[in-house]
């Protein structure tokens, strides 16, 4: 495995790590799903597995986490426009 590939390994696990770790939380009751917090871990971890999935060339990644990164960043964005 190349450093780049190993490196696209540490992003893609970050990522998946922040998107679940939410979800967890959103679970437990711990967080709100219109809580910032919750909506800046799905934007951050969707858009490091967008980059991922477009550096491995991966059209369905791409899509799914692509869509999940906008959708999270149109929750933040209705946020602060709502605040």
């Given amino acids: 495995m190349g450093a780049m590939d190993?490196?696209?390994q540490i992003v893609s696990g970050a990522g998946a790590v922040l998107i679940l770790g939410a979800f967890v939380?959103?679970?437990?009751?711990?967080?709100?799903?219109?809580?910032?917090?919750?909506?800046w871990a799905n934007?951050?971890?969707?858009?490091?597995?967008?980059?991922?999935?477009?550096w491995d060339?991966?059209?369905?990644?791409?899509?799914l986490e692509g869509a999940w990164a906008l959708?999270?960043?149109w929750g933040l964005v209705a946020r602060r426009v709502s605040v």
């Fill in 43 to 54: 934007f951050v971890g969707a858009s490091a597995m967008t980059a991922v999935a477009i």
């Fill in 25 to 39: 939380l959103l679970q437990r009751g711990v967080w709100d799903a219109r809580r910032r917090m919750y909506l």
């Fill in 57 to 63: 060339q991966r059209v369905g990644f791409i899509a």
């Fill in 71 to 73: 959708v999270s960043l």
């Fill in 6 to 8: 190993f490196a696209m």
